[in-house]
């Protein structure tokens, strides 16, 4: 079985100097293309279902997929919960064997943020199941929520959130945003430097669609240890659908239709991989 615990990857990423490359799925397709892309680069990978994603194709179907995938993989994989705003879906996440969680309190203040996070790190009783934060709302769309983002995340916001809260990994505003980029982003490495140093926990990096390849390896070198991606995966399975409708317009079997989205999404998955450092550090 090559589910494992989301601490398990993060000690190993720390220890080994790459990212853990995390994508989103919300369907079969997404899981099996993700996985396919983690086993031909040999990488460890985390799937991960947001609450919109959960509330599309529900819980228990998504955590029921992901695990009988990784139970299959020759590659590690944790299944991790992002974006978990409800207290409710923490708790099912935990009950259908979710080996990662993330706490998104980055919308609260600074004081509730500290409660919504001590929260869920009370609810694990194992200590290897990951607990990811936030701090400093990072912009853009994450399922159908739109918000602004705020400046960076401060060095002394970080460390006082730290101290009270202890989690295993923090996501910060550092120049990303979610969804599409109406143009280049530009990820500040000193702001990842200096919160690393300062706070000795893993950075994550959300809102990885769209980021220069080379700006995702030089993020991985100022102390990123996680790297999310979503978006881009779920236009590139639409885009090979229709490219395969082009050409074959009178197509219903949706098996073939749908191997050509997978394939597009694969590769993909391969290039953030090699982007962020995890390329054959699989320890199976």
């Not at 994603?53 to 299944?79: N, T």
């Amino acid at each position: 079985m090559a589910l494992v615990k989301g601490n398990e990857l993060l000690r190993h990423a720390v220890k080994n100097n790459y990212a853990i490359p995390a994508f989103g799925f919300v369907n079969l397709e997404g899981a099996k293309a993700i996985i396919k892309g983690a086993e031909e680069m040999k990488s460890p990978v985390i799937l991960q279902t947001t609450q919109g994603g959960i509330d599309y194709a529900g819980q228990s179907q998504l955590a029921a997929i992901a695990i009988s995938l990784a139970k299959e993989s020759s590659v590690p994989v944790a299944l991790h919960l992002d974006h978990g705003r409800d207290f409710s879906y923490h708790e099912k996440a935990l009950e259908l064997g979710y080996t990662s969680l993330m706490i998104d309190g980055s919308t609260l203040p600074l004081k509730d943020n500290i409660k919504a996070t001590l929260k869920v790190l009370e609810l694990r009783k194992d200590k290897d199941i990951m607990v990811e934060a936030e701090l400093g709302l990072i912009g853009g769309k994450e399922d159908d929520i739109s918000e602004e983002g705020s400046e960076y995340t401060t060095v002394e916001e970080a460390v006082e959130f730290i101290n009270a809260t202890h989690p295993d990994a923090l996501a910060i505003a550092l120049g990303t945003a979610h969804g599409f980029y109406t143009k280049e982003p530009k990820v500040n490495y000193d702001v990842i430097k200096k919160i690393r140093k300062a706070t000795n926990t893993p950075i994550v990096l959300h809102g990885g669609t769209g980021v220069p390849l080379s700006q995702l390896t030089k993020a991985v070198k100022a102390g990123v240890s996680k790297a999310n991606f979503a978006s881009e995966l779920k236009q590139e399975l639409i885009n090979g659908i229709m490219d395969y409708m082009k050409e074959n317009p009178k197509a219903y079997d949706i098996r073939k239709i749908f191997k050509v989205g997978i394939d597009y999404q694969v590769k993909v998955v391969k290039e953030k991989i090699k982007a962020v450092g995890s390329k054959n550090k699989s320890w199976l």
